[in-house]
């Protein structure tokens, strides 16, 4: 194609038509400014398709996180109220009018079950405050949240500030679950597991015997009034959000359709 503009251009001097030839000349330049322009156009418009690719993978890994925090939630928010439910039950025994000290180590004992806590939950919580937020800080760490636009980021961070918050509430529920736990637990002996019994019921029973019985009713019953106002907090904090993610999921799905 060079060669035959070069060509042109030629025969136009050799036959002395310069007139023509500077009207060739700029014609033949408009048409390369042309080409350069649609070639520009046509790589703009290949980013910005790679861009809302890239944007659309984000979106959907970002779904895939809010998701796994869902089930996290729902777990979680479930065994607080289970657990409420339980101290629910046990102070129905304990409010009846023939229950005494007796009632009350009875229970004490039998609960022991109950109290044991779970090294995956943590050691006394119903909740473990774990969030998914790989993807928001691939976003945030890379720059490439502001491929997003203006209005998403916005709420995608503010929505995550929101559950750090939340996370930080959760954990300090922990902090005081743990510390009444402990300061129940130390004073009774610890529940002998059916794989592996320390000692035989007769000295296990024995040793039950010798426990401050005034001390650990009293740190009995302010571990369940502890325990379940510290589920109500739970429970709202962790239906505050559900319910603030479910709207962010909903929102990411309906600009997936776009």
Request: glycine share 2%.
């Amino acid at each position: 194609m060079i060669k035959l503009f070069r060509k042109i251009r030629q025969s136009l001097l050799i036959e002395n038509k310069t007139g023509k030839y500077f009207e060739y000349a700029i014609g033949e330049i408009i048409l390369v400014v042309i080409g350069i322009l649609i070639a520009l156009q046509i790589n703009t418009w290949n980013e910005n398709r790679k861009n809302q690719e890239l944007v659309s993978v984000y979106k959907t890994e970002l779904i895939n996180d809010l998701l796994l925090d869902v089930s996290h939630f729902e777990f979680h928010l479930s065994h607080a109220k289970q657990e409420n439910k339980t101290i629910d039950s046990l102070r129905t025994i304990l409010h009846r009018s023939s229950s005494d000290k007796d009632t009350l180590n009875s229970v004490i004992r039998k609960s022991l079950t109950f109290f044991k806590r779970k090294p995956w939950i943590m050691l006394a919580t119903t909740e473990y405050p774990l969030v998914s937020d790989n993807t928001f800080q691939s976003l945030q760490n890379s720059g490439q949240i502001t491929l997003l636009d203006n209005k998403l980021q916005e709420e995608i961070v503010s929505f995550y500030g929101y559950t750090r918050k939340y996370s930080f509430m959760i954990e300090e529920i922990i902090t005081s679950k743990n510390d009444v736990y402990f300061e129940y637990i130390n004073n009774i002996p610890a529940m002998q597991s059916k794989g592996m019994n320390i000692v035989n019921q007769n000295l296990y029973n024995q040793v039950w015997n010798n426990v401050d019985w005034n001390s650990v009713q009293i740190k009995f019953i302010t571990l369940l009034n502890t325990y379940y106002e510290l589920n109500l907090k739970t429970i709202f904090f962790n239906d505050m959000r559900l319910y603030k993610t479910n709207i962010m999921i909903a929102q990411l799905k309906s600009d997936l359709k776009k």
